[in-house]
């Protein structure tokens, strides 16, 4: 068998996995095809909708036909999962026929039962599907993915078939389980949950929640808060499912604590003397990294290793990241760049591949730019298309050029190579800026990503520079390559670069190497030589849309929007 195809739909963030003898061709996300953030809501009668467009994408990256494919894994067992739900309920609020009900139990295992028949009538070709649990797909992500032979491994998201948490101990290819928790005990969904009281949208603006965290003070709410999520003496963490109400429509538990909810026209209370929904987001991130570093202690004090490998979509959370690094607990720390449930596809392929080959198929990461890259002549076609004209250029004048644009307080969009995984911005698909300008983070939230005014920007810098301007612990330098943990802007280096420094004086940094980034390296060397300053404002490149995924939606947005300039590969267009 040389072909294995792992696939993520169960509830969102659709995703395609292919591995060929062992080795990754192409993680593919369907939301960058669909155009549709998350490519899906998650909802049961959303189950059978299948990434078909990343599937294909994956397929063509490889030159390879469905006919070629001995296996596919999926990211999810039904099974398990509907043995789960017939324990005793711990739910409140569940309407009938939806998640946690009997009924919508039944119908969610059926859906996800449809799997092998739905390829088979798409592609033509029946293929075995095996169903594997999420939570196991999560760690083998992170783990395979991973520096390191031997690490310890966590876990943390919403829930998968009952687990909300995981972890475990991985040595010579392998993965022992070693811990869980179970819903209704979830640490991500309080964070859907309180994105839901601000007002905001749940799966789809949590990072806006911990953005706004930064300007208020945990203290208010931080008893109040552990009513509803405790942590425990052993390193767990306990929920109270009566004020969680995780399956109901309300959110009436967080409104005993908090107040009534926001609703979408009502003003966010963030600045000034009152700040009520900054409190409530500051205590739970406050809570957020006092539970992940029991957890961390736990999973130490279990697995013995002296490194640790995250997954899920809580370990997307940078400044929880950055308070393990800082802790002392473990030595290093890796965070899978697609920690979120996209990355699930391609911990089903990989645990796939090691149980029919008996062979590990760990490879390092030392990029994330695991996306399908675009098809021959994608580039000339999207031109044409839209009627445009851009001739190739030399690499240093393009770099020249854009540095000079960039130096001048232009806005310039970065397109390059095969697009990156996961939700962060890693220079493939980037808006780029100047930090030195204070005005240029208003500019960017109000005029061309249209965002809250109180969103933070990220910078990305050279590995020679990063220490100069960023406290990074040393635990931390994995995590920064790909914007996962949070630095401190050192005191001194604020008043150069403002426009990335958040309320609370950290940021998210990208770090990056010539080897890896030699273009981008060397538009910071010739940015830096302009300004004094080699550092650049780095956001993904979209606008209330999911991230770029071809060039056709790159100019698309660069069209649309606000962005002076855009480097297609080594095209530079500017308007006028």
Request: proline share 8%; net charge neutral; with cysteine.
């Amino acid at each position: 068998m040389k072909a294995v195809l792992g696939v993520n739909a169960a509830f969102h963030d659709s995703s395609a996995a292919l591995l060929v003898d062992g080795r990754l061709v192409a993680l593919a996300e369907e939301e960058r095809y669909s155009r549709v953030r998350h490519a899906k809501r998650a909802s049961i009668d959303n189950t059978p909708l299948l990434p078909y467009r990343s599937i294909d994408e994956a397929l063509r990256s490889a030159g390879f036909g469905f006919d070629q494919v001995g296996l596919v894994a999926t990211s999810f067992d039904p099974e398990a999962r509907y043995a789960a739900s017939g324990r005793p309920p711990m739910d409140f609020g569940v309407p009938e026929g939806d998640y946690g009900s009997p009924e919508g139990e039944r119908r969610f295992r059926d859906f996800l039962r449809l799997t092998g028949p739905l390829l088979a009538a798409r592609y033509g070709r029946e293929v075995p599907v095996r169903s594997l649990a999420h939570h196991a797909c999560h760690l083998a992500s992170a783990y395979y993915s991973c520096p390191w032979d031997e690490t310890a491994l966590l876990s943390v998201d919403g829930i998968g078939e009952a687990d909300t948490c995981s972890w475990g101990r991985a040595i010579a290819g392998s993965i022992a389980p070693l811990g869980r928790l179970e819903y209704p005990h979830s640490l991500g969904f309080l964070w859907e949950r309180l994105t839901q009281w601000l007002g905001l949208t749940p799966n789809l603006e949590e990072g806006a929640t911990m953005a706004l965290a930064a300007y208020g003070d945990p203290a208010r709410f931080s008893k109040a808060l552990r009513s509803v999520l405790r942590p425990c003496e052993d390193g767990a963490f306990a929920v109270d499912p009566a004020l969680a109400r995780f399956r109901a429509p309300d959110v009436d538990g967080l409104e005993q604590i908090f107040g009534p909810r926001r609703l979408p026209e009502e003003p966010l209370l963030y600045g000034g003397p009152e700040r009520l929904h900054a409190d409530a987001a500051a205590a739970l991130q406050e809570l957020t990294e006092e539970v992940l570093l029991s957890l961390a202690r736990r999973v130490r004090k279990e697995a013995f290793f002296p490194r640790l490998a995250m997954a899920g979509g809580v370990a997307l959370n940078c400044l929880a990241n950055a308070a393990i690094a800082r802790s002392g607990i473990f030595d290093e720390l890796w965070v899978f760049p697609a920690a979120a449930d996209c990355g699930t596809a391609f911990g089903a392929a990989c645990l796939a591949w090691k149980e029919i080959s008996g062979s590990s198929p760990r490879e390092e990461w030392a990029h994330a730019f695991r996306g399908p890259a675009d098809a021959p002549g994608a580039i000339e076609r999207a031109l044409a298309e839209r009627r445009l004209k851009a001739q190739p250029m030399g690499s240093d004048r393009l770099i020249e050029s854009a540095a000079r644009l960039l130096s001048r307080g232009k806005v310039v969009a970065w397109y390059e190579g095969p697009m990156e995984v996961g939700p962060r911005a890693l220079c493939h698909r980037s808006i780029l800026a100047d930090p030195r300008r204070p005005s240029m983070r208003e500019r960017l939230n109000s005029r061309i990503k249209h965002r809250q005014p109180f969103r933070p920007y990220g910078p990305v810098v050279r590995d020679t520079d990063a220490l100069r301007y960023f406290d990074i612990p040393p635990a931390a330098q994995g995590p920064c390559r790909f914007m996962l943990a949070a630095a401190v802007v050192r005191p001194e280096a604020r008043g150069r670069i403002p426009a990335i420094v958040h309320e609370d004086g950290t940021t998210r940094p990208q770090v990056i190497s010539r080897a890896v980034h030699p273009r981008l390296y060397d538009l910071l060397c010739a940015f830096g030589a302009l300004s004094g300053v080699p550092v650049l404002i780095n956001t993904s490149f979209n606008d209330r849309e999911p991230i770029v995924g071809t060039p056709a939606h790159a100019l698309d947005t660069y069209l649309r929007t606000e962005i002076d300039a855009l480097v297609l590969e080594d095209r530079l267009l500017v308007k006028p």
